[in-house]
């Protein structure tokens, strides 16, 4: 907003005035925005949809293991409190935006281990469904730390800021040029500060949809609704 400010200042001070045809940096800015944004709001849908599949198999292998008569309530203790652990660290992770995934594996790992060690107590039956259903897990938490550690490529983003922040200094001069010399110089203030305050919040919002795990902003996933005991 500065840089629009002063480019205008400049322009009307000093009498900088041409005519450039603006289309090709509409294109060269909105267009990646738009499309960085798209992406951002893709790559949340895809988010809750798998977080939706995170807790269902969670829950499911919970059902399997509560159902069966074998194992002893102590058993059965020890599988919910794993799978509680299983439901605050994945969410943790997501939340601080971990890069690693080794101590979550650990602990993904304990429902074999349970089973294991359990195995006269369990059916193949029940082993099976278990083990589709912690297929459907790891498949889910692959996918939300890819999309956790990926987001929109870094030059993408460098690339609109960068035609934001210079955008006034062209279009300041072609607004005024337009204008013409009898007009405000007024208008051309108020056109040029709203046209830089639209790009800069197409921008802002983009970068708040970049990271739907950090609760930091409207629009972001409310990771405690995904939790097994929510």
């Known amino acids: 907003m500065i840089i629009a400010i002063l480019s205008t200042f400049l322009s009307s001070h000093f009498n900088i005035v041409f005519h450039v045809d ?6 060269a800015i909105v267009f990646p925005l738009v499309f960085a944004i798209r992406g951002s709001f893709r790559r949340r849908e895809k988010a809750l949809g798998h977080l939706s599949k995170f807790r269902s198999a969670l829950q499911t292998v919970h059902y399997f293991i509560v159902s069966n008569s074998e194992l002893t309530e102590d058993s059965k203790n020890e599988m919910k409190e794993i799978l509680n652990k299983i439901s605050d660290e994945t969410l943790d992770h997501l939340a601080q935006m971990e890069t ?10 304990m429902v074999q281990q349970f089973i294991n060690t359990r195995e006269e107590l369990t059916s193949k039956s029940l082993k099976d469904r278990t083990f589709r259903f912690m297929q459907d897990l790891h498949e889910s938490i692959e996918n939300l730390h890819a999309i956790n550690i990926h987001r929109t490529p870094i030059v993408l983003k460098a690339y609109c800021k960068f035609f934001i922040y210079i955008f006034p200094l062209v279009y300041a001069p072609t607004v005024i040029y337009n204008l013409g010399p009898h007009s405000s110089v007024i208008v051309a203030y108020g056109v040029v500060i709203l046209t830089q305050f639209i790009l800069i919040s197409l921008y802002n919002i983009q970068d708040q949809l970049e990271n739907p795990f950090d609760d930091d902003g409207p629009d972001d996933i409310k990771l405690d609704t995904f939790k097994i005991n929510r």
């Open 100 to 109: 690693t995934t080794a101590q979550l594996d650990e602990i993904i790992d």
């Open 22 to 27: 603006l289309t090709l940096l509409s294109i």
